[in-house]
């Protein structure tokens, strides 16, 4: 299995700042098809299912708001929020789609400092 | 509007099965893949298994291999997850996804309401 490894595990951030989210990969996973890195990311609130935000590592999910953004390649990967609102607190997962069991990191909860 | 209503929670006994259901509405039903991911209780998501509801073809974790079936009716639009040999461990709420396309290595964009199963003696 692919372990995804994301850090920190939590993070406190001012409103209006910029938080950011790491996932690190085990292996590699550019899929060679298209040349695109098959990464997820997901924002989950208390009660809720996962909401997808960015795949393919950096393509924003329709409905999401610009201040999220996914970026890297190969084996690391960030999130980043730019600008966080308070909506924004949540707990932030990464999974790596490139092949089965289709792993998740162990999440980011993100709270207001 | 995509659309997937899970049945309701279910409290089982150590051995036992169970059986979650997953509804699908607003698309075709067999133009993308179904996921299934658990998660107990505070901690973080865990990958399970998924079916092409069109092929019946299923890929499962390691993990879940033997113990996780996937079923399709497609004159149902509802793909179902079979459980067995529950410990408490299974203990969670299990949600099902729909890919973002007919393919096995696309992200989730749609995801049930969550199914709480608790296994208690």
């Known amino acids: 299995d692919i372990v995804m490894t994301q850090s920190p595990d939590s993070l406190a951030v001012s409103l209006g700042e910029r938080a950011t989210i790491n996932c690190k990969s085990s292996?590699?996973?550019?899929?060679?098809?298209?040349?695109?890195?098959?990464l997820a990311w997901y924002q989950q609130k208390p009660g809720q299912p996962p909401r997808l935000l960015i795949y393919w590592a950096s393509t924003r999910e329709s409905g999401v708001p610009d201040r999220f953004s996914g970026s890297g390649s190969g084996t690391d990967f960030t999130l980043t929020i730019s600008g966080l609102q308070a909506e924004d607190v949540a707990v932030y997962y990464c999974?790596?789609?490139?092949?089965?069991?289709?792993?998740f990191g162990q999440g980011t909860k993100v709270e207001i400092k | 509007q995509v659309q997937l209503v899970q049945s309701g929670a279910e409290v089982k006994k150590p051995g036992a099965s169970v059986k979650i259901s997953c509804k699908a509405s607003g698309y075709t039903f067999t133009s993308n893949y179904i996921d299934w991911a658990r998660q107990a209780p505070g901690q973080g998501l865990e990958w399970m298994a998924m079916?092409?509801?069109?092929?019946?073809?299923?890929i499962y974790a390691p993990k879940f291999q033997g113990r996780v079936i996937l079923t399709s009716d497609t004159s149902a639009s509802t793909v179902y997850m079979d459980l067995s040999s529950l410990t408490s461990n299974d203990t969670a709420v299990y949600y099902c996804?729909?890919?973002?396309?007919?393919?096995?290595?696309?992200?989730?964009?749609?995801w049930g309401q969550g199914t709480l199963v608790t296994v208690s003696s």
């Open positions: 079916i092409n509801p069109g092929g019946g073809r299923a």
């Open positions: 999974q790596q789609c490139y092949t089965t069991p289709h792993t």
């Open positions: 292996r590699s996973v550019l899929y060679s098809s298209n040349n695109k890195n098959d």
């Open positions: 996804g729909r890919t973002r396309s007919n393919s096995w290595f696309e992200a989730t964009d749609y």
